[in-house]
């Protein structure tokens, strides 16, 4: 919703204070189309020549985010909590009976109470294999924290790719806004035996190159780049507090405990309240009773 709002406040800010001023828009939208072409045509050739096809679809599934926001919401955090803690008090009790869930998630009965998480491949794999590995009897725990934190870190790295991609395309928009103008202000010089009116509205046609490059870079794709990752960002924490709760468990913590730590170590706008979640333990409780 907000990103709607930002584009419409830019194009009537812009736009609107052109008019107000006594620009006129007919020399922009008569130049617009071919600038669009050379401006947006390059930049979306520099685009592809820059990033493999699966950056490319990276990108444009992300660009998303920037309407839809975070997937993760504050309710889906106390779910995450309660499902860790039921997986926790398993491996705890019962090591045996852990498996069934760990090796087939798909079908488990506990992560089937949490649809949302269970169809959500990166959590599901972070979640099992931690497990796995931690049922393994590693003599240093350590060693399942080190490549935790190395797969925590990698998966944020690989899905800020779109960002900078963005981001890089953003930057040479401008750029590629100053070819447009030369190859208008070529096509000027080209007819400099015109009247002076003639003229004015070639070389005005020229400067839109110039003024799209830049709108377009500072306006539209860079704040995209940034959005992007802001959301990125945040939907990471989701994955943080996955780790954390893992890690205290590998340091044989109770699962009360465990469950406490990653809540404390979770944002304060999406962090359940203490209440909250121990209400939601407790119905886990007594429903497994």
């Known amino acids: 919703m907000f990103g709607i709002v930002g584009i419409l406040v830019i194009f009537v800010m812009v736009f609107g204070g052109y008019m107000l001023a006594g620009g006129k828009l007919g020399v922009i939208l008569k130049a617009l189309p071919f600038e669009m072409i050379m401006i947006g045509g390059a930049a979306v050739g520099s685009f592809l020549l820059a990033n493999d096809l699966a950056t490319v679809k990276h990108t444009l599934k992300d660009l998303g985010k920037v309407f839809k926001g975070p997937k993760w919401k504050p309710g889906d955090y106390r779910d995450l909590l309660c499902l860790l803690f039921e997986l926790v008090r398993i491996a705890k009790v019962n090591p045996v009976g852990l498996e069934e869930h760990i090796e087939n998630p798909e079908e488990s009965s506990v992560f089937s109470r949490y649809p949302k998480i269970q169809h959500d491949h990166d959590a599901i794999e972070l979640i099992c294999d ?124 109770p699962a009360n405990m465990c469950i406490e730590v990653g809540r404390q170590n979770t944002p304060h706008h999406v962090r359940p309240s203490f209440t909250d979640l121990e209400e939601a333990i407790r119905a886990l409780k007594q429903e497994a009773a």
């Open 130 to 253: 931690t497990l796995r590995a931690a049922s393994m009897n590693y003599d240093d725990p350590n060693q399942v924290e080190e490549v935790l934190d190395k797969r925590v870190e990698k998966a944020q790295h690989h899905a800020l790719h779109s960002s900078h991609a963005l981001q890089s395309m953003a930057d040479a928009l401008p750029a590629l806004g100053i070819v447009a103008a030369v190859l208008g202000v070529i096509k000027t010089m080209g007819s400099i035996d015109q009247p002076p009116e003639i003229l004015g509205k070639m070389i005005g046609g020229a400067l839109v190159g110039t003024f799209l490059g830049v709108f377009l870079a500072y306006g539209i794709v860079g704040p995209f780049a940034t959005r992007v990752k802001a959301v990125v960002e945040e939907d990471g924490h989701f994955y943080n507090l996955i780790r954390e709760v893992l890690i205290a468990n590998l340091h044989n913590h």
